[in-house]
C-alpha cells in the first residue's frame, strides 16, 4: 500500500477483472489499500497483464459469467461491496461482428443482472459503469459529442454499449433516483464514456497499439486498415483515476455526480490511425508497417467533449498522447526485456503518475485521509 488514502479498507468490487483495464484497476485499488474482490472471466490472452501482475494472489477472485445472474448476486450477497467498478464486457469491435448475439448478451443482460442484484441487495453505496465514446449517434464528422447528444450504434459493439447507458439512465430514475437518495434507497449510479484507453499490458487482439507491438517483437510488418481513420486516445493512468474519482465521490454522498460522464484527453485530439503507428515505430525504434483492405465498418472520426469533467469533476489527464504512449512502449520494452521485474515496473510508473498529480485535487482527495 502507498498511503492511508480514502480507499483504505473499502470494500469494492470490479466486475471484468482480468481484463485489461480491469487488471490494472485491481492493481492500484490494492495499492490504495483496498478490499477488493474481482469477478470475470478467467484471462483470454497470453501473455495476461492479470497474471502477470499475480493479481490471483493479491485479491480474491471468483471466475464466473455475469450473463448468468447467480453468479453475481451471489457475490454481491456474500461480500457486501460499498462501491463496484463495472468493466465486465465484450469490448472488441471487430469480435461484436463476428459474434454479436455474445456481445449484446454480455453488455446488455449481464449489466441488467449487476443492476438487479444491487437492487435486492442494498449495500452498494456507488456504482460506475463503464461503457463508451462509441455510445453516441454518429453526426457530422467534425461533431464533438457531449454527454446530452443523441445515442446510437450502427455496429453491434457501439449498439450494446448505447443500449448499457439507456438501461442505467432507466435504473436511475425509476430504482436509484437522487430525490429518494437516503430514503428508499442508498445507491448512487453514474456511467463513465472514455475514449480509446492505452498502456503497457494490453494484449487484446484486433486493438491498434497491442496489434503494433506483437508485429514489432515479431519483426513483421504492421497491417493497418483505416490508415486516415482518427481516433482520441487517453492513457490508462488517465482514465482508470477518473473512474476510481468518480466513485469516490458517489461513495461519499455527491448525488449531483450520478449521472453520465465523458473522458477523453485533455487537448481533445484525434489522432490518425497511420500517425500512431509512426509514433509507436519511432518510440520503439525499429520497424514498418502497410495498408490493408477491411471489410469492417469503423466509425472514421470520432471526437468527445470533456468538458463537464473537467469543470465539475476538477478531473484532468496528466499525460499528453505522446507522452503516453512513451510509456505503453516504455512498459512494453521491459517486458520483453525482464519480464520478472515488470511487477516492479508498473509500480514505479503509478508512483511517477500520483507524484505528477499530486497537486490536483482529485488526486489529494483519493490518496490524502
Known amino acids: 500500500m502507498f498511503f492511508n488514502t480514502n480507499y483504505k479498507d473499502k470494500k469494492i468490487l470490479i466486475t471484468g477483472v482480468t481484463g485489461f483495464k480491469g487488471s490494472y484497476l485491481a492493481f492500484i485499488l490494492q495499492k490504495l489499500g483496498a478490499e477488493i474482490v474481482g469477478f470475470g472471466l478467467k484471462p483470454s490472452t497470453n501473455p495476461s497483464l492479470f497474471e502477470i501482475l499475480d493479481l490471483q494472489k493479491r485479491i480474491e477472485v471468483i471466475y464466473g459469467d455475469i450473463r448468468e445472474k447467480q453468479n453475481i448476486q451471489n457475490i454481491i450477497n456474500t461480500h457486501k461491496p460499498e462501491v463496484i467498478f463495472h468493466l465486465a464486457s465484450q469490448s472488441l469491435v471487430i469480435e461484436s461482428y463476428k459474434n454479436p448475439s455474445y ?22 453505496k456507488s456504482l460506475v459503469v463503464i461503457t463508451s465514446d462509441k455510445c453516441y449517434k454518429i453526426k457530422k464528422q467534425n461533431h464533438k459529442y457531449k454527454e446530452n447528444d443523441c445515442l446510437g450504434g450502427l455496429e453491434p459493439y457501439s449498439a450494446s454499449k448505447s443500449a448499457v447507458e439507456i438501461i442505467v439512465d432507466s435504473y436511475r430514475h425509476s430504482f436509484f433516483n437522487i430525490n429518494d437518495y437516503q430514503k428508499s434507497h442508498n445507491t448512487l449510479l453514474a456511467t463513465a464514456r472514455s475514449v480509446n484507453v492505452f498502456g503497457g499490458g494490453d ?17 513483421k510488418t504492421i497491417p493497418i486498415r483505416h490508415p486516415d481513420s482518427k481516433r482520441p486516445y487517453l492513457f490508462v493512468l488517465d482514465s482508470l483515476f477518473g473512474y476510481i474519482w468518480l466513485g469516490y465521490l458517489l461513495l461519499n454522498k455527491n448525488k449531483e455526480f450520478a449521472k453520465c460522464w465523458n473522458f477523453g484527453s485533455y487537448d481533445n485530439k484525434s489522432i490518425k490511425v497511420k500517425q500512431i503507428v509512426k509514433n509507436i515505430i519511432s518510440f520503439w525504434g525499429e520497424g514498418e508497417y502497410s495498408t490493408v483492405k477491411s471489410e469492417v465498418y469503423e466509425t472514421q472520426t470520432l471526437k468527445i467533449d470533456s468538458k463537464k469533467a473537467f469543470k465539475r469533476l476538477k478531473w484532468k489527464p496528466m499525460y499528453s498522447y505522446k507522452e503516453g504512449l512513451q510509456q505503453t512502449i516504455n512498459w512494453y520494452k521491459k517486458f520483453y526485456e525482464n519480464k520478472n521485474d515488470i511487477y516492479n515496473f508498473t509500480e514505479i510508473q503509478l508512483k511517477e503518475y500520483i507524484k505528477k498529480a499530486s497537486k490536483f485535487k482529485f488526486i489529494k482527495k483519493i490518496i490524502e485521509n
Do not use: H, M
Open 103 to 124: 456481445t449484446f448478451e454480455t453488455n446488455i443482460n449481464g449489466t441488467i443482472n449487476l443492476l438487479e442484484a444491487i437492487k435486492e441487495a442494498n449495500c452498494v
Open 203 to 219: 494484449w487484446a487482439s484486433n486493438r491498434l497499439i497491442p496489434d503494433c507491438i506483437k508485429c514489432l517483437v515479431e519483426k
